[in-house]
């Protein structure tokens, strides 16, 4: 008799999370949705109306056969789907867990531009690979032949990931180095366990270390090893360091006790989830429990922090942001999410100053939006004698990231970038102005999205291989 799937978690990965606290809730919730999965992907999946004009397939930024794999799954072939879905992205569980797929495909699905609510492609792609992973479908890495080059790519997330499966997978040895203790990147430290489980992500990690990509962690380019070294050591080299640099706050009061980076609040959160003992939660540093909390920002980082905050068992929650919702960066359903876990807005509001030290409150200045800018955004504007207070105990600063200067960090003046700091390198190949040097993600994007990480390290490993046998050629005259 075939196989059916099994309606349950696999963990595979070495490292397993030990304590999931921040997730627990997502994790009740996908065990119980999981007794329906099947029938709900194949309810789901049957809605496609298998249109013609597929705009999920062109505003998805991997072009994922969406139309064909929910076909598929409808049609209850789910090997077949799965197949179709891993031949253009590498990581589709991740994927279909984190993409805002009302900003992709999802929002350009024909029933959902005709009133009628879009196909869930999200969870349907989630349930394909989850069910693989399950049934034993994904297949190892297994270059049918080794080759002698090598390529260092430095940064172990999404873009580094992706680029290091293609070129693992056609016999190129690959070394990867990140100055974090775990692979991933913000996948593992960024994004919390509650929209993207740990062990999902190891699970891939492990999936690169078996088919004998080796992992330098722990290890900071720059500091640890010249970024000379690396180039001196492989045949070519991937950056793929994402963007670190938090905006700062520069009001009055803003460097007291009780102030921190949204990165370094998620990071110890995501810790957490890995069962570590991080001293800053354990000491309240970065804990919210039983606090008021702030937080500034409007993006999806913003998100992050006040549903973690929530989870962590905060007295209350606020975010204010100068502009109102409409105008607001991060996505709406992220919004609604949190306002439903109890996350007050405050909208039109920015920081004009903090008292106490430990942090006692917050000064708000009221906005109101203004005249429309050259990108047509309307420009926020302080309301003069608006100001108020806001009691708060932890206020985190979710202001967005900036490249850091890697030229000079890395003494590397023949690195090009672009006025915003950004590595310059060419759109399709991701080469540098370094012969040899690609670059991929966010630090050649700007902050951006997992999905187009994932597109530009898949396209950079490609290209990579190219360079590698026009260099044999050459080599070989
Ligand atoms: C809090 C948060 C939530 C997010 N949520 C989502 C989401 O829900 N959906 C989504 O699509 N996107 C989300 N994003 C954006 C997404 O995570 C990024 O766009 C994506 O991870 C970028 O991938 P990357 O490979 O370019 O860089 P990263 O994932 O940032 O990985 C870069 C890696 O390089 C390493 N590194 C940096 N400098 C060095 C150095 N000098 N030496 C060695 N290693 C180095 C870092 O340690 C890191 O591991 C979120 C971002 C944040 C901050
Ligand atoms: S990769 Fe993202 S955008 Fe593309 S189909 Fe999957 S969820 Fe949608």
């Not at 013609?52 to 056969?65: A, D, E, F, I, R």
Request: glycine content about 10%; charged content about 25%; proline content about 4%.
């Amino acid at each position: 008799m075939a196989k059916q799937p099994m309606l349950k978690f696999v963990h595979t990965a070495k490292e397993m999370p030990q304590k999931r606290d921040a997730d627990v809730r997502s994790h009740d919730f996908n065990e119980i949705y999981r007794e329906f999965a099947d029938e709900k992907a194949k309810e789901q999946a049957s809605r496609c109306s298998q249109c013609g004009v597929p705009y999920c397939h062109t505003h998805c930024p991997l072009h994922n056969n969406i139309p064909d794999w929910l076909r598929l799954t409808a049609e209850g072939r789910l090997q077949e789907a799965y197949e179709i879905s891993q031949a253009t992205n590498t990581f589709p569980e991740i994927c279909g867990r984190i993409c805002p797929q009302d900003r992709l495909c999802e929002g350009n699905c024909v029933i959902e531009q005709s009133g009628h609510g879009t196909v869930t492609i999200g969870a349907v792609e989630k349930y394909i690979t989850d069910t693989a992973w399950d049934m034993g479908w994904v297949k190892p890495i297994k270059p049918a032949t080794e080759r002698a080059e090598s390529v260092g790519i430095i940064g172990a997330g999404p873009g580094g990931l992706a680029a290091a499966d293609v070129l693992r997978r056609a016999g190129v040895q690959v070394t990867v180095y990140d100055r974090y203790d775990r692979a991933g990147g913000l996948l593992t430290y960024g994004i919390p366990g509650f929209k993207l489980e740990k062990d999902i992500v190891m699970q891939r990690v492990k999936q690169l270390e078996d088919g004998g990509v080796e992992f330098v962690l722990n290890c900071n380019v720059g500091t640890d090893i010249s970024f000379d070294a690396i180039r001196g050591k492989h045949d070519a080299v991937l950056i793929a360091t994402g963007v670190y640099k938090t905006r700062e706050l520069t009001d009055p009061g803003s460097d007291a006790a009780g102030i921190v980076r949204a990165i370094d609040y998620l990071t110890v959160s995501n810790k957490l989830s890995f069962g570590d003992e991080v001293p800053e939660f354990e000491d309240g540093t970065l804990n919210a429990e039983g606090k008021r909390v702030v937080v500034i920002g409007g993006g999806d980082t913003a998100m992050d922090c006040v549903r973690t905050a929530i989870r962590q068992g905060a007295t209350s929650v606020k975010c204010l942001y100068r502009r109102d919702r409409a105008n607001m960066p991060g996505s709406q359903r992220e919004v609604q999410n949190a306002e439903e876990e109890g996350v007050e807005f405050v909208w039109l509001a920015a920081p004009a100053g903090f008292s106490g030290n430990p942090v006692s409150s917050v000064t708000v200045q009221k906005m109101r939006l203004g005249a429309p800018d050259a990108s047509g955004r309307q420009s926020p504007e302080k309301i003069e004698g608006g100001l108020y207070e806001e009691e708060a105990d932890l206020v985190i600063k979710a202001l967005g990231f900036e490249p850091e200067d890697l030229a000079n960090q890395w003494e590397s003046k023949d690195l090009e970038t672009t006025r915003w700091g950004t590595v310059k390198a060419s759109f399709g190949t991701h080469a540098t102005s370094i012969p040899g040097v690609y670059a991929v993600g966010d630090i050649v994007r700007g902050a951006s999205l997992v999905v187009w990480a994932i597109r530009d390290g898949r396209e950079a490993g490609d290209a990579i291989l190219r360079y590698l046998e026009n260099q044999a050629a050459v080599a070989a005259e």
